[in-house]
């Protein structure tokens, strides 16, 4: 162990006040190593708690990465797994010009910006039809219409069923 010279010069002018300079040299001496034993004790101490803390916070990091336990908070699926989304769910509509009655659009497709016109293929994507409103697209299994922001879709004609008589 070394012992810190301040904690010595302090100690044996105390012990010289004392009036047995010799006696109390040595009792400081066995009091210094004490004291230093002591606070390499708690820096080990403190040391192990650090570790101890930090696989803690590792294991409950591990845990919130874990899949959930059905039953205890967990979000079940609620699609059934045959249900595939089709490309054109990640296609946004950003805008729609109409000048000299050709029709462009402008669709955002995984952080890319394309221009479109009716015929155009991005993919397996194809444009049917766009109007000032909408784009009508398709995957090749199913066509699907997107909106401008702001436009709704038209109401479908309701029939009217003539009552009996």
Known sequence: MRVN???ISILTALAVFTGNA????????SNANTLLQLAADTELANAQTRVATAKLEARQAQQKLASPIKGKNAVERTTSQGTQRSPIDNI?????VTTNGVTTA????????IEVK????????SIINLNENS??????????RKWMAGFKRP???QMVMPRGR
Not at 22 to 29: G, M, N, P, R, T
Not at 106 to 113: K, N, P, R
Not at 135 to 144: E, R, V
């Open 5 to 7: 010279p301040l904690t």
């Open 22 to 29: 010799l006696a109390s040299v040595e009792a400081v001496d």
């Open 92 to 96: 946004e509509l950003k805008s729609l």
């Open 106 to 113: 402008w669709i955002a497709l995984e952080g890319e910006l």
């Open 118 to 125: 009716k015929g155009s293929k991005v993919g397996a994507i």
């Open 135 to 144: 784009i009508l697209f398709s995957d090749g299994h199913k066509q699907k």
């Open 155 to 157: 109401a479908s004609p």
